[in-house]
């Protein structure tokens, strides 16, 4: 069965980073791109961006271009989310989930929550 | 506040049917397909409708998906007390290039 198996949660500083990882299983992970959504305390999802496990591309969106770097390890099928410069507003749950087609998401990961907090 | 336009709320009564609306415009909704998504309380979102009207391997049929210019819809039949969650719309937009969606739709079963 298809899993995606995220690393714990994270407590960063204001202006620190973090890297979450992503790790799939149960299905050939480059036929599948990964996205990252992200989810605020109380709000609704926002999409960060996308990642080809095939080749590498990347599509970022654009509230973040700059402090998101989206990577993937194909050996260990396994991909990465790093955010940069981080800011309170950045507190949330991230989620990664396997892409089948644009907005459309088959699984997801159990989420990671980041707190940033001075 | 979201590309895509739900409303805040919903509610019904056990055994009844009802319907989340999600407004788009026709970079997103108008031009691609719908897809959505149901999220239980604690957990992660889960994939309910995907290409407007299409249902997964093991999502009930009481789950239903219409999609009719930039608008689409998600209609729930035989509301049972396990349905009470969020829902998301969520749909690409051409002119963002990015996956947008709606603000989400709690849903009450009374």
């Known amino acids: 069965q298809v899993q995606l198996v995220q690393s714990g949660a994270e407590v960063k500083k204001p202006g620190a980073s973090v890297k979450v990882s992503c790790k799939a299983s149960g299905y050939t992970f480059t036929s599948y791109g990964i996205s990252w959504v992200r989810q605020a305390p109380g709000q609704g999802l926002e999409w960060m961006g996308w990642?080809?496990?095939?080749?590498?591309?990347?599509n970022y969106a654009q509230k973040l271009q700059g402090r998101v770097t989206m990577t993937t390890d194909t050996s260990t099928s396994t991909a990465y989310m790093e955010l940069r410069s981080l800011r309170s507003d950045d507190t949330a749950v991230y989620y990664c989930?396997?892409?089948?087609?644009?907005?459309?998401?088959?699984?997801w990961g159990q989420g990671t929550l980041v707190t940033v907090s001075s | 506040q979201s590309v895509l336009t739900q409303p805040p709320s919903a509610s019904g009564t056990p055994g009844q049917r009802v319907t989340i609306s999600c407004s788009g415009s026709?970079?997103?909704?108008?031009?691609?397909?719908v897809n959505w998504y149901q999220q239980l309380p604690g957990m992660a979102p889960k994939l309910l409708i995907y290409?407007?009207?299409q249902r997964p391997s093991g999502v009930p049929d009481r789950f239903s998906g219409s999609k009719s210019g930039t608008s689409a819809s998600l209609a729930i039949s035989g509301l049972q007390s396990e349905d009470e969650a969020d829902y998301y719309c969520?749909?690409?937009?051409?002119?963002?290039?990015?996956?947008?969606f709606g603000g989400g739709t709690k849903l009450t079963v009374l």
């Open positions: 969520a749909a690409w937009d051409d002119s963002l290039n990015g996956v947008v």
């Open positions: 026709s970079s997103n909704i108008g031009s691609n397909t």
């Open positions: 989930a396997n892409v089948a087609a644009a907005g459309r998401f088959d699984y």
């Open positions: 290409s407007n009207n």
């Open positions: 990642i080809s496990a095939y080749n590498g591309d990347t």
